[in-house]
Each structure stands twice: as structure tokens, then as C-alpha cells.
């Protein structure tokens, strides 16, 4: 597990036109973590990094992206025109004296997932904040302050291939237990017109969701790495007898809602829904039964009323309750035939960019990091991902390391899959062999060519 | 064929001891990996950095050896420190090496915005500048670096913001499209800003001659004490005809896979031709005691290079020696006398080279390098006694056929020769000897072609590609060259393909080896034809590559 908190150097935000004037330098800077430096280091960062800019600008028309030290990696990324995310990242490195000794460079992170942090951070800050152009200059500072520290704490890489590409993981359902849940949804949006239902967790995984892939993709993180872990720990401190007994319960707002109040701590989302043209503002409301997990959004204009909610409470309830139930059983059943199936020791990972449905081989046991895919093996796998053009439409690329490590990278339209195979003495064909029995294992009816 | 096709790009240990075509026990090479050299480079930090130390003198060890008491070489440095005092400080430095901020400032800026945004500078698909540690413009691939000085400002205060507020060094900066690569070699910085699809290290390889380039003309001795007499000197006056140089070296490192595979090239010869040649200057020189080396070459492709004992040259020495040889008319029509630094043999002083062409109908150019500095005249008699030699035996129709690229050698159309109609395109290099073959030699007329191309432009242009040249496969193979070296990454085998094409890209402990195949080729098929392929460059060896190392 790679400690990102210790090897991200510093994470600042800033806008060059919020002090253009000489000595206003402190007020372009919007954000700075860590605390620790004092004004001048501060200062002396954003210069560089507007210098930086500017340099670039010059000779390109894109936005810069990396700066490059010896040991430091900065990583830029413009959401907003103007506006500069930048996070530094220590890499390590070896001296002469270091490599003559032996001395490992230790694991490095790739640029490719900082990268996928800085946008992530900034889609989440924008669906719970909204855009920073549409913050005044007097509660930017605070609001990125409030947003950013915690947010910047809290997350951690497993170093694991799931943390290379971004995406959902989807529950496979038969069609009858699918049925159920679409009429659930169907029949909760008839009975109340105000609420509208978005997405349908089950566990960490989606089984459906109503927005569109982007605002998607940031509601399930939230999801997954920050609301339900919490969740998840409540409950099994609160036994799992209780937790069992209750029906369901509201989640979001933390409490639950009981009283008037607790109305007011709802949390509001900027994102655009099914009809709308551009985005707005809507409550967020999250129900969880037992594994299950359902998030409505209410526009804020609507007039909220305690007794909707405890209505509606009832409501899901019980029928969440043996919706959740089902899922589950059908899970278990799906479980037993996979791990018979997955006798197989070599990792693979699926991903669809049209869906962003990802799918992996079962994920390292933490009790065994012998089990852990070596971080050189990610960061090949990250390069394919990363320069996935040059396989065209479809293509095919198999890479072999010095350490007997075969990697191999299909693509086919805009469907991606990765087989990592270790093995002495093999040769090409009899790797592209095990790719083709893997791919049909575990992909079954997904078509790649070439075979 | 005794090994199967399985072993072939599987199990690499075996199957090296076999075959490792152009394999010799004694190399004429140098043949230290220039990007595990680089990537020392990479590593070192800054502290390790500034104390640039040049290593002890070949050349005087070579001069003591010899016992001669000649007087200790004097070089131009007699003539160019003159210089240095002359008066001429036009212009101010613009450097500022503390506030980078001030340095933004609006007149300065525009100025190099208006000039970077015209059309002799717009739209080139790499930039190449480099100017002293004071700021001080030397050299731009395109345009006038007098308009440049603000932007030689700008990276001056880059490169000592990050140095010295941070203690760290500039390594690159990336956008989608653009990379910008910084250097600090000595007194001088180099920057590359390239839309091309080379890596930064390929990049910093090309920054890397680029200076080798200029120290060749001075020496790092001169140049290093140039700059600490006078932090603000202008550079310019010392390196006239230098920057000439160091435009056809960045075409030519654009163009030739040599450099990318830290090789050289060598002129296919029947094996009698080239031992015939190789006598013929053994025999002429071997009296001539102070003469270290004696190369021939001929399109940028080595014929053959005599040695003094214990010393090798190292690929890149040779290359800047072909950029010398093919930039200049002069050599043509007359023998020339002229002070060479190789900058990895020994950076702090010059050799002294007789360069001359063998005959007016042969295109062959010897060079005869001599820690001499008044041996012109015996060695102008040595050549004229090697080219008799060589015309007696026919080793200038021999070097004629190659370079005309009869059609009946083999060499001349290597592809049509295997007869595997998959394979489009390859390139080999023999790792113990550092030479290298590719499918489709560079003939000297096409060179020539490509500077004339170039001089149109060097801008960016998408054009709809027909039919792959050369030049195409190798800009092709440069992705799998970075991602074979990578250091911290490496790959031993890249099997690719697309509907493009298919490309294998294979290094062993003997050889690497780069192959372009028809589009969605089947695996075992492609390991056939490399395993074929291996076969006929293992049977041509002795013609392709220089297989000894022979010596005065």
C-alpha cells in the first residue's frame, strides 16, 4: 500500500488573476496543503509553477501538465480556465553513491494516477461545491480549505491495477432479480414525484444509475470510498443482530433524518440529471438495507416535509429489505461458481470506456502481499493504458520483463483488457494462447480480435 | 535448423550463445551502453553535478607514452583567449538568476512572444536552443538568437530558480503535445522544446551530443575556462561555423537510427575488400609512431578504423566525426588540417587530423588522427601511398559498388535477399561491438535529400502516408527503443500489433533487434521470420560488420 500522504510533497490551487498586482502574490493562492510552509515557500511554489505555465504557453496551445525535477514530479491540471491544480509528488531517486551500494529506488507513483487524483479531487469538489468560477472571491479560500484538507487525508492507494484505471464495478444480475429492482425504482418515482433515484448499489458494486457517466463516476466514488466504508464500520460495531433487526435508514445526512432539523443537514449536489440542460443543484438523499444501497436527489426548490420522509421510509423499507435479500442469495450462488473458476494465479483486468464497467481478477488477499502485483508490472500496465491509440481500433501488445513477467494489453474498439502472466521459458505463442483461454474464461461473449 | 523457432524469442540464454550475429571477441568499439551511461547521468545529483570533472588527459598519457618531448600542445586556446579580451559587451545579460517574477517582466515578454509566434519560428516540430549559465543566447535551431535573448532569460531563470531556491534540477516539462527537455552541462544550458514522439531521454541524448558537438570545436578544457574568466562571454564568437555543425547534427540524429541504437553503421565490404583496405593502412602507418587513429569512412558508414593499441572510440565520438566529414565541402577538394576533440576519448584537448578524400572517383574519406601537431606532411604522403594501395588492389571499385548500391550484393536489397515477404522493415544492432544493420542503408544522395527537404522547413506537417520510408520505421521504432531502455522499466521483449502494422522489438545480452511485419501478424509465423531473419544477418556478418580490431 503506497502512503500517498507521505510522498505528496505539497497539493495547491491557484488563479494568477486574484492578485495580478506585485505583493498581492499570497491572494492567487487559493489552497495549500501542507500548512507548514510560511508565506514565502509558498509564494516561491505558485511562481514557479506560473512560470512554468507561462513558458509552455509559448509553444503550445495545450495546457501544461508535468514538470519535471529531479525529484519531484508536479503535476498540473487547469478544471477551469485560469484556475491550476497542482500536485507535487516526491519520487524517489538514487544518487551514485545510493545505487553503488545497492540501494533500491523504492516504489514510484504513476504520474497517470496522480493525475487521476487531481481530476477526481476536483469533479468531487465540483458535485458537492460546484464550479470555482461560481464562488465569490470571499469564500473561496474557506470553501476549498473545508473541502480539500479532509479530502486530501482520506485517500489512499492499495497499489493495486484497480487503481490504474477509474471505473465501476457492475453487478451481474439474472434478469428476473434485475426486474425487481427496476420495478422497485419505477414504483418508488410514481408515489413520489419528488424524489428521483439515481443510482442502486449493492455492496460496492452498481447495478443501476440514472446519471451520466462522468457525474457517475464521482457519486460511486463517494460512494464506495468515503460514505459506505464509514457505513460499513458503523455497523459491525453496532453488532450485525442489530443492524439486521432495523428495516433500513437513511444514511446521508450521517444521522438519519428524524427531526426537522435534520433536514437542513442535507448534503447538496451539483450535477445534471436524465432531462435536464445544464447543471443544477438537488439534496442528496442516500437509504441503505442491509447491503443495498439507493441515492435519490430532490431539487432544491422543492419544499421539504419531515413526513415525506418518514413516508417514504416505510415505503423502502421492507421492500429494500427483500429485494437485498435476493441479490444477496444470487451473489452467493455466483461467488461458489467463480472461485471454482478462478483456479488460475494470472491477474487480468477488463475495462469498457463506454460504460466504464471494470472488472478485475479477484483482488489480493491483504494477508498475502506476496500475492501483490510488482509496481514495475502496474506502471507497464499503465503505459499501455496510457498509450492505448497506437493499438488503433484494435490491437495487441504483449511485453515481456526481465523478470519473466508477461504483460499483455488487448484493445478492441473501446473495450480494454489486461492479462498478467508470470512465467519462465515461455514462448509468445504460448502466452497469446493463455491470454485467448483466459479472455474466454472470464469474458464470455466479449469479443477481441485479433484472437 | 538445429534450434526450433520456439526458442527463438523465448528462452534468450541458450539461444545467445548460439547466435549473435556480428558477435566479435575484440571491438574496434567502445561499446558502453550510452543509455545506462545516461542514466547515470540522470542520477547524479546536484552536488555530484557541479563538481564537472574532466577526467586525466588520453592524449598526454599517449604523449608521455610515446616519450617524445614534444612541447605540450598548444591549441587555439593561444589564439581564441585573444579573444576573450577583446571588449564587445553589446549586450547586457538579461540574467537574473534570484526573481523569477521580475523576469516576467511585460516588455521582455512580449517581445519573445511576437518573435516565437513569427513564421521562421512558429509550427517547428523541435526547437534546440542553448546559451551560457549567465542567460546568454549561443545557438537556436531556427531564427535569430539575438531575438531570443528574453526567452534565453526566462529558461536561465528557470533552470537557476529550481537550482537554487529548490536545490533541485529541471529535468522536463510536458503538455499533450509539446515537451520541453532542459540540460546543464558545465557553463552551458541546453533545451529542446520537441513535438515529436522522442522521449525526454532520447531528447536529452540529442542535447547531449549537441554539446558534445561544441566541445569538439573547443575542448572542455577551453570551454570551461572561458566561462570562468568571464561569466557573460558571448560564445557566439568562438563557435562560428560551429552552429552550421550542430543544424546537420540535428537532422542528422533525427534521421539515422545509429544514434538512437548508440551504433554505427559500417559500409557492407566483401570481407577480402575491407582486410585489403584495412593492410593498406597498417602496412602505410605502422611506422608513423604518434598516429592513434586511422578511420575510413564513406556515407556516414564506417569502412574500417586501425587503432593504437589499448585505445577504442566510442560510437558517439565516430558519429560527430561523420557529422565533421559530411558537413563539410571543404574536405572535398583538398586535404584539410584540422584540430578534433572527441569529447568521450578525451574532452580536455584536441587531436590533429589529416582529413582528406581517397580519390576524386571515390567517395571514401580517410582520416588520420595524430597527437601531433606538425605531422601534416608525412601523413598527407601516408594517404597518398594508402589510396595507391587501395587502388591496386580494387577496393575503390568494391567501395564504389557498395555505396551505388549495386544490385547484385546481397546488402543492397537485404529484404528482397531473406525473401520473408512479411518483413517490411528491420534493424539490428550487435551489442559487443556496437555496429548495427537495418534493412534499407541510407544512401548518400538520400541524406542529401533530406537536408534539402529539411532546409524547406522542419515545421510540422500531416501528411497522409502512402508508402512507409525508412526514415518512417525508425521514427516507429523510437517508442520501442525508449520502452526497451527504459530505466526504470525495462522490457526484454514488445510484441505489438495493429492494423497499422506489426512490430517486434527483442533484446538479448548479444544483440537488439527491431522488426516491422505486415499488420495482424500471427505469433508463431513472426517468430519464424525472426529466427530466419537472425540466420542471413549471421551468414553476411563478415560483410556487414567489421569483425576484428586491428591495430598499428
Known amino acids: 500500500m503506497i502512503d500517498v500522504k507521505s510522498r505528496i510533497s505539497s497539493f495547491f490551487i491557484f488563479n494568477s488573476n486574484f492578485g495580478p498586482k506585485e505583493g498581492e502574490e499570497l491572494k492567487r493562492i487559493l489552497f495549500f496543503h501542507p500548512s507548514q510552509p510560511g508565506p514565502d515557500a509558498r509564494k516561491m511554489q505558485v511562481g514557479l509553477c506560473e512560470a512554468v505555465v507561462k513558458f509552455m504557453s509559448t509553444f503550445s496551445s495545450e495546457p501544461c501538465e508535468a514538470l519535471q525535477t529531479q525529484t519531484k514530479r508536479y503535476i498540473f491540471y487547469q478544471p477551469e480556465k485560469g484556475y491550476w491544480m497542482v500536485l507535487v509528488v516526491r519520487i524517489p531517486y538514487t544518487t551514485k553513491a545510493l545505487s553503488a551500494i545497492g540501494e533500491s529506488k523504492g516504489e514510484v507513483i504513476e504520474p497517470s494516477v496522480m493525475h487521476d487524483l487531481l481530476v ?179 431539487d432544491v426548490n422543492t419544499n421539504l416535509q419531515l413526513e415525506a420522509f ?40 477488463y475495462f469498457n470506456r463506454l460504460n466504464l464497467a471494470f472488472k478485475t481478477s479477484p483482488p489480493i488477499n491483504k494477508l498475502h502481499p506476496s500475492m501483490a502485483i510488482k509496481p514495475e508490472v502496474l506502471s507497464i500496465i499503465s503505459e499501455i493504458h496510457e498509450g492505448r491509440k497506437s493499438l ?60 | 535448423m538445429a534450434s526450433t523457432s520456439q526458442d527463438t524469442v523465448s528462452s534468450k540464454t541458450q539461444e545467445n550463445d548460439d547466435l549473435e550475429p556480428g558477435a566479435c571477441p575484440e571491438s574496434i568499439l567502445n561499446p558502453a551502453d550510452t543509455f545506462e551511461e545516461f542514466a547515470s547521468e540522470m542520477s547524479s545529483s546536484l552536488q555530484e553535478r557541479n563538481v564537472l570533472c574532466t577526467k586525466s588527459s588520453t592524449i598526454s598519457e599517449i604523449q608521455s607514452e610515446i616519450a617524445e618531448s614534444i612541447a605540450e600542445i598548444k591549441m587555439r586556446a593561444t589564439k581564441s583567449s585573444d579573444d576573450l579580451q577583446s571588449k564587445d559587451e553589446s549586450m547586457s545579460a538579461s540574467a537574473s538568476s534570484s526573481n523569477l517574477l521580475e523576469q516576467d517582466g511585460d516588455e521582455t515578454d512580449d517581445e519573445k512572444d511576437n518573435y516565437l509566434q513569427s513564421p521562421e519560428l512558429v509550427n517547428k516540430e523541435k526547437h534546440v536552443f542553448i546559451l551560457s549559465s549567465a542567460g546568454k543566447p549561443i545557438y537556436s535551431r531556427y531564427g535569430n538568437e539575438d531575438k531570443l535573448a528574453g526567452l534565453c532569460g526566462v529558461i536561465q531563470a528557470l533552470v537557476s530558480v529550481v537550482e537554487e531556491q529548490n536545490q533541485d534540477i529541471l529535468r522536463s516539462i510536458t503538455t499533450k503535445d509539446c515537451k520541453a ?57 568562438l563557435l562560428s561555423g560551429a552552429e552550421r555543425l550542430i543544424d546537420h547534427l540535428l537532422i542528422f540524429m533525427e534521421k539515422d537510427p545509429a544514434f538512437l541504437l548508440g551504433a554505427v553503421r559500417c559500409l557492407p565490404l566483401p570481407e577480402k575488400a ?99 601537431r606538425d605531422a601534416f606532411f608525412p601523413l598527407s604522403q601516408a594517404k597518398h601511398t594508402i589510396a595507391d594501395k587501395m587502388r591496386r588492389s580494387n577496393c575503390l571499385i568494391a567501395i564504389n559498388e557498395a555505396l551505388n548500391r549495386n544490385e547484385n550484393l546481397p546488402t543492397t536489397n537485404p529484404l528482397k535477399h531473406i525473401a520473408i515477404p512479411e518483413i517490411r522493415h528491420f534493424m539490428y544492432k550487435c551489442k559487443s561491438t556496437a555496429q548495427l544493420f537495418t534493412s534499407d542503408p541510407i544512401s548518400l544522395d538520400r541524406l542529401q535529400d533530406y537536408r534539402l527537404r529539411h532546409k524547406e522547413g522542419g515545421d510540422i506537417c500531416v501528411k497522409k502516408i502512402e508508402k512507409l520510408s525508412d526514415i518512417d520505421y525508425v521514427r516507429n521504432y523510437r517508442e520501442f527503443v525508449s520502452k526497451i531502455h527504459c530505466t526504470s522499466t525495462p522490457a526484454k521483449l514488445i510484441f505489438r500489433s495493429n492494423s497499422n502494422d506489426t512490430v517486434l522489438a527483442w533484446v538479448t545480452n548479444g544483440f537488439e533487434l527491431y522488426v516491422t511485419f505486415d499488420p495482424l501478424m500471427e505469433k508463431d509465423q513472426a517468430i519464424k521470420a525472426v529466427d530466419r531473419l537472425l540466420r542471413w544477418i549471421k551468414n553476411e556478418e563478415q560483410r556487414i560488420f567489421i569483425m576484428n580490431a586491428p591495430t598499428f
Not at chain 1, 450462488?333 to 491477474?347: G, Y
Not at chain 2, 577538394?333 to 569529447?343: D, F, G, M, N
Request: glycine fraction near 4%; charged fraction near 20%; include cysteine.
Open chain 2, 274 to 372: 575491407r582486410e585489403n583496405i584495412t593492410n593498406a593502412i597498417t602496412s602505410t602507418c605502422n611506422k608513423i609512431r604518434d598516429l592513434v587513429f586511422a578511420i575510413m569512412i564513406a556515407g556516414n558508414q564506417l569502412i574500417t578504423l586501425v587503432r593504437m593499441k589499448k585505445y577504442t572510440l566510442h560510437p558517439s565520438d565516430i558519429h560527430l566525426l561523420f557529422n565533421l566529414v559530411r558537413s563539410s565541402e571543404s574536405f572535398k577538394t583538398a586535404e584539410s588540417w584540422t584540430p578534433i576533440c572527441l569529447p568521450k576519448f578525451d574532452a580536455t584537448g584536441f587531436l590533429h587530423g589529416h582529413v582528406s578524400y581517397i580519390s576524386e572517383d571515390c567517395q571514401a574519406c580517410l582520416l588520420l588522427l595524430t597527437v601531433q
Open chain 1, 310 to 349: 418518514k413516508s417514504l421510509d416505510a415505503f423502502i423499507g421492507p421492500q429494500l429489505s427483500n429485494i437485498a435479500s435476493a441479490i444477496n442469495e444470487q451473489c452467493t450462488i455466483h461467488a461458489l461458481q467463480t472461485a471454482q473458476l478462478a483456479t488460475s494465479e494470472h491477474k487480468f483486468m
Open chain 1, 120 to 298: 477526481s479531487s476536483y469533479k468531487m469538489f465540483r458535485m458537492f461545491r460546484g464550479p470555482f468560477k461560481d464562488i465569490s472571491c470571499s469564500e473561496i479560500y474557506d470553501t476549498c480549505e473545508q473541502f480539500f484538507t479532509p479530502y486530501i487525508s482520506s485517500r489512499n492507494l492499495t497499489n493495486d491495477i484497480s487503481d490504474i484505471i477509474q471505473g465501476i464495478n457492475y453487478l451481474p444480475l439474472d434478469k428476473n432479480s434485475f426486474f425487481k429492482v427496476m420495478c422497485f425504482i419505477d414504483l418508488l418515482e410514481i408515489n413520489y414525484p419528488d424524489f428521483k433515484c439515481v443510482s442502486f448499489v449493492f455492496n460496492d458494486q452498481l447495478i443501476w444509475n440514472s446519471l451520466s457517466k462522468d457525474d457517475m463516476l464521482t457519486l460511486y466514488q463517494y460512494l464506495v470510498q468515503t460514505l459506505l466504508p464509514k457505513e460499513v464500520e458503523k455497523e459491525i460495531q453496532g453488532g450485525a443482530v442489530t443492524a439486521a433487526q432495523r428495516l433500513g435508514r437513511f444514511i446521508s445526512p450521517p444521522e438519519g433524518i428524524q427531526i426537522k432539523e435534520d433536514l437542513e443537514r442535507l448534503a447538496k449536489l451539483h450535477l445534471m440529471r436524465e432531462d435536464d440542460s445544464e447543471t443544477r443543484e438537488y439534496y442528496l438523499i442516500v437509504y441503505r438495507t442491509l447491503s443495498a444501497t439507493v441515492c435519490f436527489t430532490v
Open chain 2, 181 to 237: 527537455v532542459f540540460l546543464v552541462k558545465g557553463p552551458l544550458i541546453l533545451v529542446a522544446v520537441s513535438k515529436s514522439n522522442e522521449s525526454e531521454t532520447q531528447l536529452v541524448l540529442q542535447l547531449t551530443y549537441a554539446f558534445n558537438q561544441i566541445v569538439s570545436v573547443l575542448t572542455l578544457t577551453q570551454l570551461n575556462r572561458i566561462f570562468e574568466q568571464r561569466r557573460n562571454y558571448d560564445l557566439r564568437r
Open chain 1, 392 to 451: 488503433g481500433n484494435y490491437g495487441e501488445v504483449i511485453i515481456k520483463t526481465p523478470d519473466e513477467y508477461w504483460i499483455t494489453g488487448k484493445s478492441s474498439n473501446e473495450r480494454e483488457f489486461y492479462v498478467i502472466i508470470q512465467e519462465k521459458n515461455a514462448n509468445l505463442k504460448e502466452i497469446a494462447d493463455e491470454v485467448k483461454r483466459i479472455c474466454e474464461a472470464q469474458m464470455k461473449g466479449i469479443f477481441f480480435y485479433p484472437m
